[in-house]
């Protein structure tokens, strides 16, 4: 089992930023794919921005320009840096990851989501 654990979430204004941390616990053998999904309510859940073992990423174009995201591969963490945010960027945010663990095949896996809510 992989578990993730989310922080960083919180209230902002609009235009300001934030930084979200995910890190990545338990027999892990191998993470491929890190990413950020989002929920607002009433709809449904999108893809904010991902990134390969490599380094290759791909972001949302509602968020292109705004954020970036990083990982850190030793210590099994993703990072989402947030900027310029705007009311509709308010949703949860979810971490995920495709990793394989010991005695396992390779799974999908999701942290438990932090808030992020924009406004003045």
């Known amino acids: 089992q992989v578990q993730l654990v989310e922080s960083g979430g919180g209230l902002v204004q609009p235009g300001g930023s934030l930084r979200l941390s995910c890190v990545a616990s338990g027999s892990i053998v191998s993470i491929a794919m890190m990413g950020w999904y989002r929920q607002a309510p009433g709809k449904q859940r999108e893809l904010v921005a991902d990134i390969t073992s490599s380094g290759r990423t791909r972001y949302a174009d509602s968020v292109k320009g705004r954020f970036s995201i990083s990982r850190d591969n030793i210590k099994n963490s993703v990072f989402l840096q947030m900027s310029s945010l705007k009311p509709e960027d308010t949703a949860v945010y979810y971490c995920?990851?495709?990793?394989?663990?010991?005695?396992?095949?390779?799974?999908?896996?999701w942290g438990q989501g932090t808030q992020v809510t924009v406004s003045s």
């Open positions: 995920n990851t495709d990793a394989k663990t010991y005695g396992t095949d390779w799974f999908d896996y």
